[in-house]
């Protein structure tokens, strides 16, 4: 997760803009550092062939036991994994079936959403679902959904039931996903779990009942781009059916399987205090430094799902239209900085500081201060 002199050559050699970001694992800026263990372990992959079956055994048994699940498998990213979990709870292992995706012919193809969790990532996710040739069946309203709403939305032959738990994407935190998982089984429906950002609370997501839950390996494990899907024996099989159908495109490469065992082996190695430690070390700092300045609110804010760090929340006094300005001012500079930008109407702006060095959390700060200052004075 730190700097390496190889991301410095990258932007002389190329002429592109150097960045700290402090927005999160976020897809246009590259979501995540890996480790030179990773790296190293990535570069070693693309000068070697493998077995492919072999790699995706490994990581399999690996993922496995990091986790708790029965078995798992790799693909390209949660988007894909989204895509190819639909394929394979409407079509199965049924060879013929998952050739003729994403025409369904006859099979049930209705996937169960809160219509809160229909979210815009960098896209629609109901576009993922409807990749593999399923609609879209949303419980609820954006702002609320029961489980009355659910139960009523899976009380229609369906093919999947798909959930989301995201720290910011979701319009409400508060549905009982037990529940809906429970109110899933019951029907015979397997349930999904889109918990891409959520590496860290995996046994809680599995703890369900969930059949799958989908992790992005290049968010907070810092691996290549890959999605993870961990799951039960029977879900992951169909899951993996799907590579001689639509899931073509969404295969996982030599290296991203190798990455994610090099990210797995690193992560199984971390000690989680020391890592908390270090983080709330960095938020301390951040919020110690800006709560001294007039005219600015520090906070640190906890994670709202429960994965285990904190942000940084920056409000100013004066307002959404001073909130802008600042973030306008620091994407502007040298380097370009970052920010989280969910809360700008609430004259605020958020801060993720675990991907960052102690030196860049302290350029961070000097930036934020330097723009306001320069706002305020005006
Ligand atoms: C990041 C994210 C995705 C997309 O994941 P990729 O692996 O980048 O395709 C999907 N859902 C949620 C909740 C996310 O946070």
């Not at 989301?164 to 779990?193: E, H, K, N």
């Not at 001294?292 to 100013?316: H, L, W, Y």
């Not at 004259?347 to 201060?369: N, P, R, T, Y």
Request: charged share 15%.
């Amino acid at each position: 997760m730190n700097d390496s002199p190889a991301q410095e050559s990258l932007h002389s050699r190329y002429g592109l803009t150097p960045l700290i970001n402090a927005a999160g694992s976020f897809t246009p800026l590259g979501v995540s550092r890996s480790s030179a263990h990773v790296a190293h372990s990535a570069a070693l992959a693309l000068q070697s062939f493998f077995v492919m079956n072999e790699l995706q055994a490994l990581a399999s048994d690996r993922l496995s036991a990091f986790s708790g699940c029965e078995a798992a498998a790799v693909t390209h990213c949660v988007s894909a994994a989204i895509t190819q979990a639909v394929a394979a709870c409407i079509a199965g292992t049924d060879a013929e079936a998952v050739a003729n995706l994403p025409e369904t012919k006859g099979r049930a193809n209705a996937v169960v959403i809160p219509a809160g969790h229909c979210v815009n990532y960098g896209h629609p996710l109901v576009t993922d679902i409807r990749l593999a040739g399923a609609t879209v069946i949303q419980a609820g309203t954006r702002e609320a959904c029961s489980l009355r709403n659910i139960e009523q939305a899976l009380d229609q032959p369906g093919a999947c039931c798909l959930l989301l738990v995201s720290s910011r994407l979701t319009t409400f935190q508060d549905l009982d996903t037990r529940g809906a998982v429970t109110a899933a089984r019951t029907r015979g429906i397997p349930v999904v779990i889109d918990g891409a950002a959520q590496d860290m609370r995996i046994p809680d997501l599995l703890g369900t009942g969930a059949d799958a839950v989908l992790v992005s390996a290049h968010k907070y494990l810092a691996s290549p781009t890959a999605g993870l899907v961990l799951g039960t024996q029977a879900f992951v099989e169909r899951f993996r059916a799907q590579e001689t159908g639509i899931g073509r495109a969404m295969k996982p490469s030599k290296e991203a399987i190798v990455g994610v065992l090099a990210a797995l082996e690193e992560r199984q190695a971390m000690d989680p205090v020391a890592w908390r430690q270090q983080q709330d070390r960095k938020v301390v700092k951040a919020v110690a430094l800006l709560g001294a300045c007039t005219g600015i609110q520090a906070s640190a804010e906890p994670d709202p799902v429960g994965m285990p760090f904190q942000r940084v929340r920056v409000r100013f006094l004066k307002g959404a239209a001073a909130a802008r300005a600042v973030a306008q001012t620091l994407k502007a500079g040298n380097p370009s900085i970052w920010v989280m930008e969910h809360q700008l109407d609430q004259g605020a702006i958020l801060l993720e500081l675990v991907a960052l060095s102690e030196e860049e959390v302290q350029q961070l700060v000097e930036a934020i201060g330097s723009a306001w200052t320069a706002l305020a004075s005006r």
